[in-house]
């Protein structure tokens, strides 16, 4: 009968059973706050539960894994998110090709970051930090949570864009980095705009710009870096995925819903919260934005040298 059955009928079955939301990262973080907001309003649009399952472990690549292995059902998805892409550009030894294997559901959120400077820098704007870095080569130092993070992306990428000379200097995670920053240790730093906004208020840190391509409604009086240096942008992501084979039919029934939710005005006052910018898209717009974004941070990876395994 199944076998029979119109391809409507089956879109309309689906779910029929509670579905696994795999987050390949920790409770608490970005990742896991995005998959509980949208698995809450996936839960009640679609009519049964959509479990937040946390995985964490090798810089997300074992939660993924996980997904990748699971039967293309529909009731195994991922919450993707750039560190995937990012990922993709700094591991060569994976058992998986997210490209290939992960096929794109919906976009859910963008997270922009923020360049931070040490008040004790003489620059009040990106044009200003720039021609400061390229009188001191080597003796303006970048900070970042971590080798290959987000944060060190968009440090090297700025770099890589702007011209300039900066030593990097990682630390075992952004709250490190921060106290870092604010000790002098180091003078730049690209941390989220949650993380660092209060800072800013009090005049700790002096921010000097966003890493999106549009000014945040969070902190509108700051530019984004792509004001001063042309080509640069660089936010955290995250969006829906699920294994290779999944029927056409299930992941338009996810996309529809998930999109609704982002169009949602009580979901999108959550956002604004957050200081997130929805992104709804189709799969296929979804799929070529993961796939530039794949493209850009492997220039990055390349350009910086930066060697994981």
Avoid at 41 to 49: N, T
Avoid at 217 to 244: D, H, N, Q
Avoid at 293 to 300: G, R, S
């Amino acid at each position: 009968m199944l076998a029979g059955a119109p391809p409507l009928a089956l879109a309309q079955e689906y779910p029929t059973r509670p579905v696994h939301w795999i987050v390949a990262a920790a409770p608490a973080g970005g990742n896991d706050i995005f998959a509980r907001l949208m698995g809450e309003w996936l839960s009640e649009k679609l009519g049964q539960p959509f479990i937040v399952e946390n995985r964490p472990g090798g810089s997300n690549n074992i939660g993924t894994d996980v997904v990748v292995r699971a039967p293309p059902d529909g009731y195994t998805l991922l919450l993707t998110s750039s560190n995937n892409a990012s990922n993709a550009a700094l591991y060569h030894n994976l058992s998986f090709d997210f490209m290939r294997d992960i096929a794109p559901v919906a976009g859910i959120a963008r997270t922009t970051l923020v360049m931070v400077i040490n008040p004790s820098i003489p620059a009040k704007t990106v044009t200003e930090f720039i021609a400061y870095a390229k009188a001191n080569p080597a003796k303006v130092n970048m900070g970042s949570a971590g080798i290959g993070g987000i944060g060190h992306l968009a440090g090297e990428f700025f770099k890589m864009t702007a011209g300039v000379d900066l030593m990097h200097v990682p630390y075992h995670g952004n709250g490190p980095a921060l106290v870092g920053l604010l000790g002098g240790e180091v003078q730049v730093l690209f941390p989220s705009l949650a993380s660092s906004i209060e800072f800013i208020k009090a005049g700790k840190l002096r921010g000097l710009g966003v890493t999106s391509a549009v000014r945040s409604g969070t902190m509108p009086e700051l530019p984004s870096i792509g004001e001063s240096v042309p080509g640069y942008e660089l936010s955290t992501w995250y969006g829906m995925g699920a294994p290779r084979g999944t029927p056409g039919h299930i992941i338009d029934k996810l996309n529809e819903a998930m999109n609704a939710g982002l169009a949602d005005a009580k979901v999108k006052a959550r956002f604004a919260d957050l200081g997130d910018i929805p992104m709804p898209m189709t799969p296929i717009e979804f799929g070529k934005f993961t796939a530039s974004e794949i493209e850009k941070l492997t220039k990055v990876v390349q350009f910086a040298g930066i060697k994981i395994d």
